[in-house]
T-cell receptor
Framework: GAVVSQHPSWVICKSGTSVKIECRSL??????MFWYRQFPKQSLMLMAT?????????EQGVEKDKFLINHASLTLSTLTVTSAHPEDSSFYIC????????????????FGEGSRLTVL | KQEVTQIPAALSVPEGENLVLNCSFT??????LQWFRQDPGKGLTSLLL?????REQTSGRLNASLDKSSGRSTLYIAASQPGDSATYLC???????????FGAGTRLAVHP
């Protein structure tokens, strides 16, 4: 099956620092990736849609200058939490939409294992 | 705006019971529906995907159905086992970019 890897799986940082989380599709290409955050005992909330080679599309209420998304290749998207604060502490999960060999999304979504961010 | 409701929010049952988890969408115009399992502190494992041309999917002891006219889906778990204990999330796909909108989940505990 298709594998999506997230790194790091957990990170602790000081308030005011920036943290980068990577999402890689290991054995398939993905023109579209999604970033979600999840608070304890709550569901996943879509933050943004990451498109290879273009700007990300952010959901309403998500600060694009706070959560920087870069999708530089067909197998890698990164989420950078800038100037992190304790309220940014959460579980961040990415998913990748597997692409057809000739391009276009198949609609098959695969999820990473998540990255737990704790901001002190 | 699409919203997803899952009922019940939590469920505790003895081993061996057959279970029904429910999911409903405010906008019934979804074209794909997916059920996931999430263990504590972990990512999501896809269980079943019902695509636009389908009404149900089965995998082992799991069966999921989708009624597009009402925007409701049901996940049926037969002969539950302690290893089934997890949170079950349903998600509908809408929009051109296959954006998944998630429900809050049903936390299932199956005790021996």
């Amino acid at each position: 099956g298709a594998v999506v890897s997230q790194h790091p799986s957990w990170v602790i940082c000081k308030s005011g620092t920036s943290v980068k989380i990577e999402c890689r599709s290991l054995d398939f290409q993905a023109t579209t990736m999604f970033w979600y955050r999840q608070f304890p005992k709550q569901s996943l909330m879509l933050m943004a849609t990451s498109n290879e080679g273009s700007k990300a599309t952010y959901e309403q209420g998500v600060e694009k200058d706070k959560f920087l998304i870069n999708h530089a290749s067909l197998t890698l998207s990164t989420l950078t939490v800038t100037s992190a604060h304790p309220e940014d502490s959460s579980f961040y999960i990415c998913s990748a939409n597997r692409a057809f060999p000739g391009g276009g999304d198949t609609g098959e979504l695969f999820f990473g294992e998540g990255s737990r961010l704790t901001v002190l | 705006k699409q919203e997803v409701t899952q009922i019940p929010a939590a469920l505790s049952v003895p081993e061996g019971e057959n279970l029904v988890l429910n999911c409903s969408f405010t906008d019934s115009a979804i074209y794909n529906l997916q059920w996931f399992r999430q263990d504590p502190g972990k990512g999501l494992t896809s269980l079943l995907l019902i695509q636009s041309s389908q009404r149900e999917q089965t995998s082992g002891r799991l069966n999921a159905s989708l009624d597009k006219s009402s925007g409701r889906s049901t996940l049926y778990i037969a002969a539950s086992q302690p290893g089934d204990s997890a949170t079950y999330l349903c998600a509908g796909i809408s929009g051109g970019y296959n954006k998944l909108i998630f429900g809050a989940g049903t936390r299932l505990a199956v005790h021996p």
